[in-house]
């Protein structure tokens, strides 16, 4: 196969659904007497967390979504996050909850996690709501993956039947994603750094998803001619020049030549990633306002 493959837009079709989703804020607001509001909690001053939460606090802001942001000190106690996490459980103006990772290494994240209110719980990593996906109920969904799922349906590429090759067994991507491609009747490979002879395996695929956190490791001739590859690489690296910028873990300049679509990083998966947990907190409103009728 020949050409240059089709762009996978995130940031086109997170910008569409940030208009439906202000839509939607705008109709239930006069039912509920206030807007859907998240509260993100994040610890410690991780640069590149903080340019997150910021732009997940920017994105809030232009739906009509009320951020609640508390930004906490390194030294932060996981008694004092507990205490936190729990006042916004139980504040009812409060519809989302987002602790953003990663935490300082003292702090345990899945003990925190767990104390988040599963109904609350818009990055869809509490135990209860990975339970739901697992047995295909109802519930929160890890947005990155579900940002993934959104990508693939509005560019009518259909799992059914293909092979979906996974680079990452994380819990906050690999794993849930795996599941929600199985929903979708692909046939899913999860490869990781104990994977033998990958590059096999990821050439078979005919959805190849990159999400290892490693530049440049997903390389043209790891990819079947005509396949999907999904990229959710952000490593940051910097040049000679001591400039930083944003890669993936795909070799876009090269693997652009052989896939039949791609999405590029900036610009891919991370808007949709953010399109998601805005999503995710208007589900939580919208369930509110229908368990009060």
Same mark, same amino acid.
């Given at each position: 196969m020949t050409g240059i493959a089709g762009i996978l837009d995130g940031k086109a079709l997170a910008a569409q659904l940030h208009i439906e989703l202000t839509q939607q804020i705008e109709t239930?607001? *006069?039912?509920?007497?206030? *807007?859907?509001?998240?509260a993100v909690l994040m610890v410690g001053d991780n640069p590149a967390s903080l340019s997150y939460v910021r732009g997940k606090e920017r994105a809030c802001e232009k739906v009509g979504i009320a951020s609640v942001g508390k930004h906490l000190p390194t030294e932060t106690t996981q008694l004092e996050l507990e205490k936190l996490l729990h006042d916004f459980n139980q504040d009812e103006t409060v519809d989302g909850i987002l602790l953003q990772l990663p935490l300082p290494d003292h702090l345990d994240a899945a003990g925190l996690l767990s104390q988040i209110n599963p109904d609350k719980d818009v990055d869809g990593l509490h135990p209860l709501n990975l339970g739901r996906l697992m047995r295909g109920e109802l519930g929160l969904q890890s947005c990155t993956p579900a940002g993934i799922m959104h990508l693939l349906a509005a560019y009518e590429i259909d799992p059914t039947g293909k092979n979906a090759v996974i680079i990452g067994r994380s819990t906050l991507v690999g794993k849930p994603l795996a599941l929600m491609l199985l929903s979708a009747n692909a046939t899913v490979t999860v490869a990781h750094s104990r994977t033998q002879n990958l590059q096999a395996i990821a050439r078979s695929a005919d959805i190849l998803i990159?999400?290892?956190?490693?530049p440049n490791l997903v390389t043209a001739d790891m990819?079947?001619?005509g396949a999907t590859v999904i990229d959710v690489g952000t490593n940051r690296i910097v040049d000679e020049t001591g400039k930083a910028r944003l890669v993936g873990d795909v070799d876009f300049t090269n693997v652009q030549k052989v896939a039949a679509w791609l999405s590029p990083v900036p610009g891919g998966v991370g808007p949709m990633t953010v399109a998601m947990l805005l999503h995710n907190t208007v589900w939580s409103y919208r369930r509110k306002l229908q368990r009060c009728d």
């Open positions: 239930l607001q *006069p039912q509920m007497g206030r *807007p859907p509001s998240l990159a999400a290892a956190g490693q990819v079947m001619p």
